[in-house]
């Protein structure tokens, strides 16, 4: 039987296919220390667990909700977004959803026709090109600077007239890059002179670091706003991943469409999780503030240790936000013998017991990306396997190769 060719496509998540060897070694009774997943280690806060047990007792989170969301957590994500960035989302402009990710693909169902093409900055997230190519869309990257930055002409020169939306993505996974506000100014004032939508995918705008500063491009003027879907969601500031709540917010005809197509898809997001995500966004915000300096402290331990790694560069310095460091790992692999990252991330994960995942999932060869939201005995115990692994690599090749 001949499956979908759309669906022949696709590749797998490389994170979560990392993760799933990891977990799978680990069942085997092998000390894996997976740095290849974006997941926060905390656990969800209690006022937002024991909102959910509520539910579950009172008997609200037995039924079906709207396809959309309940009414009380759009006004929620409503107000928390207007407390937040000062704009104003009527409820009618937001559509919840299970996580982020379906909030992305039922995004790029609605917006796109064969062959309509999306820009997406390297590196990217994993789901956004293959998410693209499922809606029957093309995903174009634009190139970066070794800093991963880019600049309107870098957009204007993968511009054509297929060109539909803008993937922007800060703080970013997988460098932790925050565009500043000129940045973000330049780059939406180009989006609508050509009449390009913008997926303001902000999931990690909670987690800034060392007195950095996030912009959302919700705070850059009502005039954008027709141009402007965000997409955010409870997994990274209130470790909620497992409870899969997202949404996007933008225009109503937008907003709609995407309800009409999650009617079809999935009814509801599950109540309990929806109970439980009204308290996140209303609750108290304490919780947030006590992860988002834990992984602060997290990142500035580790990051001079893998800098200092052979052959590692981080060109755009100690990032700004999210909990990813991506090193440009070119150096290394030719000091250990390696032909790419995914034979390099292999052989650590086999040899090491150190999870990892390779920049080609990213669309960037020759960089690997690791996660610090784990412990920081892990983290530092990870870091001796991976230096260990190379100092040993690197003392197996001949001498003029290193």
């Known amino acids: 039987m001949e499956l979908s060719r759309k669906v022949m496509q696709i590749q797998p998540s490389a994170t979560l296919k990392i993760s799933a060897q990891a ?26 667990k024991q909102a959910a047990i509520d539910s579950i007792q009172n008997g609200q989170a037995s039924f079906y909700t709207p396809a959309t969301g ?52 390297v590196p990217y997230w994993v789901s956004y090109s293959e998410q693209v190519k499922l809606a029957g ?12 930055r880019f600049t309107v002409a870098d957009l204007e ?8 939306a803008l993937v922007l993505n800060s ?11 000129a940045e973000l100014t330049a780059i939406v004032n180009w989006a609508v002179q050509h009449d390009i939508l913008i997926v303001a995918d902000e999931i990690y705008e909670k987690l800034l670091y060392n007195g950095n500063h996030f912009t959302s491009v919700l705070e850059l003027g ?28 933008g225009p109503k005809a937008i907003m709609a469409k995407m309800g009409i197509v999650l009617g079809h898809a999935a009814s509801n997001p599950a109540a309990v999780s929806q109970y439980a995500a009204i308290e996140a966004f209303s609750g108290d915000q304490s919780s947030v503030e006590t ?66 995942v390779p920049g080609e999932a990213f669309g960037l060869p020759g960089h690997i990306r690791l996660s610090y939201a ?7 115990t990870a870091y001796q396997r991976l230096k260990t692994f190379i100092d040993e690599k690197m003392a197996q090749q001949p001498a003029a190769e290193v």
């Open 23 to 48: 977990k799978q070694m680990i069942a085997d009774g092998i000390d894996v220390i997976n740095l290849g997943i974006g997941e926060p280690d905390y656990q969800t806060p209690d006022n937002i």
């Open 291 to 356: 992860m988002r300096q834990g992984f602060e402290q997290r990142l500035n331990e580790l990051y001079p240790l893998i800098d200092a790694l052979p052959g590692f560069k981080l060109p755009g310095g100690k990032p700004a936000g999210a909990f990813y460091l991506f090193p440009d790992v070119t150096e290394t692999l030719r000091l250990t013998g390696y032909a790419d990252a995914p034979s390099f991330v292999t052989a650590v994960l086999s040899e090491a017991h150190v999870g990892l």
């Open 157 to 164: 020169a993968q511009r054509t007239p297929k060109t539909k």
């Open 137 to 148: 869309g093309v995903p174009v990257e634009v190139g970066t600077d070794r800093q991963l």
């Open 222 to 249: 009502e005039a954008n706003m027709d141009h402007v879907i965000l997409i955010n969601g409870v997994s990274k500031a209130y470790s909620m991943t497992g409870w899969r709540i997202g949404y996007a917010a």
């Open 171 to 181: 703080p970013q996974n997988p460098s932790g890059l925050v565009f500043s506000r």
């Open 70 to 121: 309940l009414p009380a957590l759009k006004q929620a994500i409503s107000q928390r977004i207007e407390a937040d960035h000062g704009y104003h989302f009527d409820p009618s402009q937001i559509v919840v959803t299970d996580g982020a990710k379906m909030a992305l693909f039922t995004l790029f169902q609605v917006i796109l026709n064969p062959d309509d093409e999306v820009l997406l900055p």
């Open 374 to 380: 784990t412990d920081m005995a892990s983290l530092r």
